[in-house]
């Protein structure tokens, strides 16, 4: 019995039995448990990524080209030449064959110039305006005079010649030539191409 305060209190010695020292001071002790020899700690391996493949090219349909149709040579149509190239080749051509014409115009009846192969300082406008009054003149003194149609006029000068020859009934052609020309080749070569002109005129 112990003497207590608080109340008596009954401690049997039969009851005392050693307390394991783990127990004492209120400390848990858990056992250990002895592991084989062989056992090693498992240790996670490390993940590698696995590599990613590049994607497989995808194969490309080869298209058919297109064929592009070439535009075929067209073949070019004749150029036609107008009467007033015609015309204007009909001087040339008389030039070339007689170098003794020094200018040559075709004029109209009216004082119009159709085509001209004049030199420098020789105005296109006057040779056209001259030779019209000329022919005018001309035609009226054939006519007054009985002299029939006017076919030709000749005129001479200190320096040269000015010669008008109808061609046609539409136009006159007026020719100028030097002092020395030979007139004969010269009339023979203006005939012939008024004669050319008149067929272009019509």
Do not use: W
Request: hydrophobic residues 50%.
């Amino acid at each position: 019995m112990v003497d207590n305060p608080l109340g008596d209190f009954f401690i049997s010695d039969a009851d005392d039995e050693p307390l394991d020292e783990g127990l004492v001071a209120g400390e848990l002790v858990v056992p250990l448990v002895e592991q084989p020899a062989s056992y090693a700690p498992v240790v996670p391996a490390p993940v590698v990524p696995a590599p990613v493949a590049a994607p497989a090219p995808v194969p490309v349909r080869a298209e058919p080209a297109e064929v592009v149709s070439q535009p075929q040579a067209v073949a070019a149509a004749p150029v036609r030449e107008t009467r007033e190239d015609r015309l204007a080749l009909a001087l040339n051509h008389l030039m070339e064959q007689s170098r003794e014409i020094d200018a040559a115009a075709l004029v109209s009846l009216d004082g119009f110039t159709m085509a001209s192969a004049l030199p420098d300082g020789v105005h296109e406008d006057r040779v056209g305006a001259m030779s019209a009054a000329i022919l005018g003149l001309g035609e009226r003194a054939a006519a007054e005079l009985g002299r029939g149609q006017l076919s030709q006029v000749f005129i001479e000068g200190d320096e040269g010649y000015v010669m008008l020859i109808a061609a046609g009934n539409r136009a006159v052609l007026t020719c100028l030539a030097g002092i020395n020309a030979k007139l004969g080749l010269v009339l023979f070569d203006m005939r012939t191409a008024a004669e050319r002109i008149a067929e272009i005129l019509g």
